[in-house]
């Protein structure tokens, strides 16, 4: 089954996931396969899946940013020029600063949890994966597919290879 196995930590997915979505590398719902999942006791493991979360949680966000930017410009061509107070008060306004907020939030928390995550050291199979998740997520879908393509199959290895 190797990558496509049910997921066994629950709670490194994000709210809403379907099996459908259920696949390596869809932005909006991290898959952490089994090894990953299985190997609780490592603190890379922890750091990576966190950050992991955090840069999923931070792409629906950035997915829903324009669309409702462009619904409010639509409906209200001055909403650019409006203070937050006075967006807020529009119709979808307040969702909008919501999600500058919740952005704000994770880029404060990524960039906390990033020296942990570049100074932490795999102990188990499990923390390689789930280091290895996170390289695969913060390589740019465009600029790399190559080796994004190659990580992707090195956790689907490392996950078949290992026993459970």
Not at 119 to 134: F, W
């Amino acid at each position: 089954m190797g990558m496509l196995r049910t997921m066994a930590f629950e709670d490194a997915r994000l709210p809403g996931s379907s099996a459908r979505r259920t696949h390596f590398g869809t932005p909006a719902d991290p898959f952490v396969p089994a090894a990953a999942a299985a190997d609780d006791r490592d603190p890379a493991r922890e750091a990576c899946l966190s950050y992991v979360a955090m840069e999923d949680a931070a792409s629906l966000l950035v997915e829903e940013w324009p669309k409702l930017e462009s619904q409010l410009v639509n409906r209200h061509p001055e909403f650019h020029s409006l203070s937050d107070e006075e967006r807020a008060l529009v119709p979808g306004g307040g969702r909008f600063r919501e999600i500058q907020n919740e952005l704000d939030r994770l880029d404060a928390e990524r960039e906390t949890l990033l020296p942990v995550v570049l100074s932490v050291r795999c102990t188990t199979p499990g923390a390689l994966i789930a280091k290895l998740m996170l390289v695969h997520r913060l390589i740019c879908d465009d600029d790399h597919p190559e080796a994004k393509k190659l990580i992707a199959d090195a956790i689907e290895d490392l996950d078949r290879l290992l026993p459970f």
